[in-house]
């Protein structure tokens, strides 16, 4: 499993580590910290391909983005989740934006150990949350390993039932009725709470529609989905489950408008 961490954003702070990304930086993890590894500069970015509405291919749209951040930028992740050649990030982006911007970054990293390729989504920092918690604390570091095939198994067949499907009637079958800890900033904990937020979105003209799955990243007891849908208009979907027991007990998310235009032809997705 590739443990590594990167960033498409310059200089950051992660786990209280300062990182320097002008090429690109590997970050080991032991345990619940993570400890920087091995930096590596100068053609690191030599062949990324970018999915970010903020950057365009290659090293030199990367660099021309860092160069531009304001004194003081940093980022605050909350966890990593490694699965195979891909690695997801998510935090809290200081600086970027006049507002704090709660992100999902996920990499795809080359057999020598470099970034080959990126996608993100950014949604503002909301401080008084229906949940009462924030949009990134709660559990860390991934656990129970050993389940990750069967975490991931759960999540994607509720993705496709639930979510795409729209089959309601299953819900209970994945999702657990007793636990269910929102960090979606307008729904509350609990089937109910997310109920009633849906119910509100809807009258707004905004329906939950995921159109596709576009990938599935699980270490252990976390599970990323990344997909395509609506929510009054086009977005992308990031959403991240935490399993236990053979139930999804908290939900973390990002929803992202689709642009009209991107700077490279690679797609979103």
Not at 128 to 141: E, I, L, V
Not at 173 to 192: K, R
Not at 259 to 267: Q, R, S, T
């Amino acid at each position: 499993m590739n443990k590594a961490m990167v960033a498409s954003r310059g200089a950051f702070e992660c786990g209280g580590q300062a990182l320097d990304l002008a090429g690109a930086d590997v970050k080991q993890r032991s345990g619940p910290a993570w400890q920087v590894g091995e930096v590596h500069h100068g053609g690191g970015l030599a062949a990324v391909r970018q999915h970010s509405s903020l950057a365009a291919d290659g090293p030199e749209a990367l660099r021309q983005l860092v160069a531009g951040l304001p004194e003081g930028f940093r980022y605050e992740g909350a966890r990593i989740i490694a699965d195979g050649d891909l690695v997801a990030l998510h935090g809290t982006y200081h600086g970027f934006d006049p507002d704090p911007l709660v992100a999902f970054d996920l990499f795809r990293v080359d057999a020598d150990g470099k970034l080959a390729e990126h996608w993100d989504a950014l949604t503002p920092v909301v401080a008084d949350t229906a949940c009462g918690r924030s949009q990134t604390d709660g559990q860390a570091a991934p656990g129970d390993l050993d389940k990750t095939e069967a975490n991931r198994k759960l999540v994607a067949e509720f993705a496709e039932k639930v979510l795409k499907g729209a089959d309601y009637s299953v819900l209970t079958d994945y999702i657990s009725t007793e636990t269910y800890l929102q960090h979606n900033p307008e729904a509350a904990d609990g089937l109910d709470g997310f109920g009633a937020a849906a119910a509100k979105w809807g009258e707004q003209g905004k329906n939950l529609v995921y159109k596709t799955i576009h990938k599935v990243v699980a270490e252990g007891d976390l599970v990323l989905l990344q997909s395509e849908g609506e929510f009054g208009v086009p977005v992308a979907y990031w959403d991240l489950f935490r399993v236990a027991d053979g139930k999804i007990v908290e939900h973390w998310d990002v929803i992202a408008e689709v642009p009209d235009e991107l700077p490279h032809a690679n797609g979103l997705f």
